[in-house]
């Protein structure tokens, strides 16, 4: 099975400024990486799907990048309501489990 | 409006049964599948478990397999997660989530269901 890990774990920053956050399977695998924004006391929201593809109604401050075992989140340019936590999500075809890395807290400085 | 809509909170005893739902509406429900995805208090997302509704095909994550029953009801559009028999470690919220398979990604999330398992 797959194990997706996000790093860091928490990350401080200011609003305005570019935050960057990672995703590393534990072997290539295909484009098939989803990234979500869960804030506090609501579902998960789908931000970007196929590594790069921006979700129905997401800004365009959110970018994903990547391929093989390595995937970022980008918001270029952090707004107030973007400091949530954040996951990553992986399924190789369907048939496959679905994996979800551990998340990545961003909070404000 | 397309949604999914789950039942609401549970307050049960250890070793009680129980059956939550997800109710789709908006889109055609047999021609998604559907997930299952808990949520332990303060902690990240876990992938439960995943059905077709149009056949009830379904799969378990192996973490969960037999731990946790999954299915559906394409006439009334809902999918089920049940327990035979409940332990402390299940009080989690528990999201079900719409899957669509060309970009395997959950697309659209019910709002959750807290069950809280307690003596």
């Known amino acids: 099975e797959i194990v997706l890990t996000q790093s860091p774990a928490t990350l401080s920053l200011s609003p305005g400024e570019r935050a960057t956050l990672s995703c590393r399977a534990s072997q290539s695998v295909s484009s098939y990486l989803a990234w979500y924004q869960q804030k506090p006391g609501q579902a998960p929201r789908l931000l970007i799907y196929?590594?790069?593809s921006r979700a129905t109604g997401i800004p365009d401050r959110f970018s994903g990048s990547g391929s093989g075992t390595d995937f970022s989140l980008i918001i270029s340019s952090l707004e107030p309501e973007d400091f949530a936590v954040y996951y990553c999500?992986?399924?190789?075809?369907?048939?496959?489990?679905?994996?979800f890395g551990q998340g990545t807290r961003l909070e404000i400085k | 409006e397309v949604q999914l809509v789950q039942s609401g909170a549970e307050v049960k005893k250890p070793g009680e049964s129980l059956k939550i739902s997800c109710q789709g509406s908006?889109?055609?429900?047999?021609?998604?599948?559907i997930g299952w995805v808990r949520q332990m208090p303060g902690k990240g997302l876990e992938w439960m478990g995943i059905i077709y509704p149009s056949d009830s095909d379904t799969y378990y994550s192996p973490s969960f397999q037999g731990q946790v029953t999954i299915s559906a009801d394409k006439s009334t559009n809902t999918a089920y997660m049940q327990w035979s028999s409940l332990k402390a470690s299940d009080t989690a919220i528990y999201y079900c989530?719409?899957?669509?398979?060309?970009?395997?990604?959950?697309?659209?999330w019910g709002q959750g269901t807290l069950v809280t398992v307690s003596s």
């Open positions: 989530a719409r899957h669509v398979v060309v970009t395997a990604a959950f697309d659209l």
């Open positions: 196929d590594g790069s």
């Open positions: 908006g889109y055609t429900f047999t021609k998604y599948w």
């Open positions: 999500q992986h399924r190789n075809n369907w048939r496959d489990p679905i994996t």
